[in-house]
C-alpha cells in the first residue's frame, strides 16, 4: 500500500488500508517473541489492548542486588573474562560440566589454579556488587569466608543468572541433595528432559508426596525431585552426627580432584569438606584456612569421626576429614583422586597444623 496517493483512494479503500496496516503491526507485535532463558531480568508481560505497545526491556538493577544460580553448576573466577575456549561447556546456559571436565588434560586443570576460586550451585543465592561486561562478580553468602564478609566472591557469566527467586515457600524446610547428582523435573515443561543437580543442591519445599518433593526453582518456576535422592532440612530435624557427614563424603572417593570444586563432578579439599557438612544444614567456611580457625579445636588423641584435620607448611593449605581408625577422606591434588589415607602417612604427618570439631555429637 506504500507508493499510493490517499488524495486518489477511495473512502472505503482507506478504511481498509488502516485496518490492514493495524492487522499487521498487531502480527508483528504478537511474532515478536519473548526473553531467550539466558536473560536476566524478569519481563513482565501484558494482554489485551495494552500488547500493542512495546516497552524496552528493563534496565538491570544497578549493584548490589540479590540473584540466583540459575545452571546447574557455575564457577567463579579471580578476574573477568579470562577464561579458555575449552572452558565454554561451563560458561554457556545450560552449561555441561561432564564435556568441561573431559576435554581437559592434568595441565588444563593445573592452569584452573588462583583463576578459578570456587563454584555455586543451582538455586544458590548471590548478591551481585559489580558487573563488567557480561560478567558479574558476586559473593556467595553460602560459602562464608575471610575474603569478604557477606560470603565468597568471585566473577561469574551474568547470563547463568536469574532476579526471579524461587517462590516463597511455607515453613516445610529445603530439600538437598544427598547424592552425588540426581534430576530435577521441570513442572512446567515436563517435555523437558530432568536438569542434572548436584549434591548439596538446596532448594525451598514445597509440598511432598508419593510422586516425589515439589521444590521452589529460581525463576519463580517448581521442580520435583525423587524423595530418595533428598534429605529435608528444617528446624525439628535432628543435628548430624560425624559419621553422617563422613557418609556424605565417602560418596565420592575415586573422584577427580578439581581445583575449586564444590560438586560431585570435581572437588578440591575444602570444597570437599565443607559440602559434606553442608548438606546436613551444618554451614562451615568454604576455604582450608578458615576451617581451620572455626569450630572447637581437638587433640589429635581425641579425634571422632567428622573431625576435620588441617596440613601444611608454615600455615593451613590443605585439609581432610578423620573417619576413624586413624584414617581420613581428602581431595588431595590435581591429577589425584578422593581417597581414605591414614593421617600420619607420607606427606602428611610432619605437616600437621591440628584438628577442628564442628558437632557436639558424635
Not at 525451598?204 to 524423595?227: C, I, Y
Not at 557418609?247 to 575415586?254: D, E, P, V
Request: proline share 10%.
Amino acid at each position: 500500500m506504500t507508493g499510493r496517493s490517499l488524495a486518489a483512494a477511495s473512502a472505503g479503500r482507506a478504511v481498509r488500508g488502516v485496518a490492514l496496516v493495524v492487522l499487521a503491526l498487531l502480527v508483528l507485535v504478537a511474532c515478536g517473541g519473548r526473553d531467550g532463558p539466558a536473560s536476566i531480568a524478569h519481563q513482565p508481560t501484558t494482554t489485551g489492548a495494552a500488547a500493542a505497545v512495546v516497552s524496552p526491556p528493563a534496565p538491570p538493577p544497578a549493584p548490589p542486588y540479590d540473584a540466583w544460580v540459575d545452571v546447574s553448576v557455575t564457577g567463579l573466577w579471580a578476574e573477568p573474562d579470562q577464561t579458555r575456549p575449552l572452558d565454554a561447556p561451563s560458561l554457556g546456559r545450560p552449561v555441561d560440566i561432564g564435556a568441561w571436565l573431559a576435554a581437559m588434560t592434568v595441565d588444563d586443570r593445573l592452569w584452573l589454579v588462583d583463576r578459578l576460586v570456587t563454584q555455586a550451585l543451582y538455586g544458590d543465592r548471590v548478591t551481585v556488587v559489580d558487573t563488567a561486561g557480561d560478567w558479574a562478580k558476586v559473593v556467595v553468602p553460602r560459602q562464608p569466608s575471610s575474603l569478604d564478609p557477606r560470603g565468597y566472591p568471585g566473577w561469574l557469566p551474568a547470563a547463568q543468572l536469574t532476579t526471579v527467586p524461587p517462590a516463597a515457600a511455607a515453613s516445610s524446610g529445603d530439600a538437598v541433595v544427598a547424592v552425588a547428582a540426581t534430576g530435577l523435573l521441570d513442572l512446567a515443561r515436563a517435555d523437558l528432559p530432568p536438569l542434572t543437580v548436584s549434591f548439596n543442591t538446596r532448594l525451598p519445599v514445597l509440598a511432598t508426596g508419593p510422586e516425589g518433593v515439589t521444590v521452589a526453582t529460581p525463576g519463580g518456576g517448581r521442580g520435583r525431585l525423587a524423595s530418595t535422592d533428598v534429605q529435608i532440612i528444617d528446624p525439628g530435624r535432628p543435628p548430624p552426627t560425624g559419621d553422617d557427614v563422613v557418609r556424605s563424603a565417602q560418596m565420592f572417593s575415586g573422584v577427580d580432584y578439581l581445583w575449586a570444586g564444590t560438586s560431585g563432578a570435581g572437588w578440591d579439599c575444602s570444597g570437599l569438606t565443607s559440602a559434606a557438612y553442608a548438606a546436613h544444614g551444618v554451614v562451615i567456611p568454604r576455604d582450608a584456612d578458615d576451617q581451620a580457625e572455626a569450630g572447637t579445636p581437638v587433640d589429635r588423641s581425641d579425634l571422632r569421626p567428622g573431625d576435620l584435620l588441617f596440613f601444611g607448611a608454615d600455615s593451613v593449605t590443605h585439609v581432610g576429614m578423620y573417619v576413624g581408625g586413624g584414617r581420613m577422606i581428602q581431595a588431595p591434588a590435581t591429577g589425584r583422586r578422593v581417597e581414605t589415607v591414614p593421617i600420619d602417612g607420607p606427606g602428611l604427618a610432619a605437616r600437621y597444623q591440628g584438628a577442628r570439631r564442628y558437632l557436639q555429637s558424635g
